[in-house]
């Protein structure tokens, strides 16, 4: 009995999520020239503490995390282990970047955030081969077209009085530097 109730649950999250996947994809009307690099665990404030939420898992939990999520949407996610898969497809707009959305392809690195949470080879391989095949691909994105979700949205929030900035991601533990010098 238990296992049907489990095969039903999984039958039914899997129809949920390809469907609101559908439901908030639209296909673009501009042309895709930049790379949005992001880092799940973002921060937040408690009780006057700047706190990163962690990403715990691999990339297919947080596939179906974002599918499921009413807002958010992403293209890729690349995690710790260096396995990427794909949510919403490159033609369509996916909502993780304000303002960028329409132009741009998402990768979500799994990564707490936090600047501690260091970013696996495995990943920064995948992620470097995934970045690779996409400037390949689209004659727009150059390597001076990969930002990280830092650089692009400079909004903050306030915590115990002071003005912490609100998208950090993907965080000080990932050489950026060293990322796009890779690419070149
Ligand atoms: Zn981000």
Redesign the pocket.
Known sequence: MLKVVLLLCYILSVQTVEAKTNANSKVRNSLIDAI?L??IG?PYCENGEVRYSGAPGDANRWRIFFERHKVLGIHYIVDRKGLVVSSIAENAVAN??LGWNERSVGIELVNDGDGNDRVTRRQWLALHRLVGRLIKRYSAITVDRVFR?SDIDKRTFKCAGKEIKQ?Q?PGLSFDYERFVESLR
Request: glycine letters at 12%.
């Open positions: 949005v992001h880092s973002g993780h970047a979700h998208k991601d």
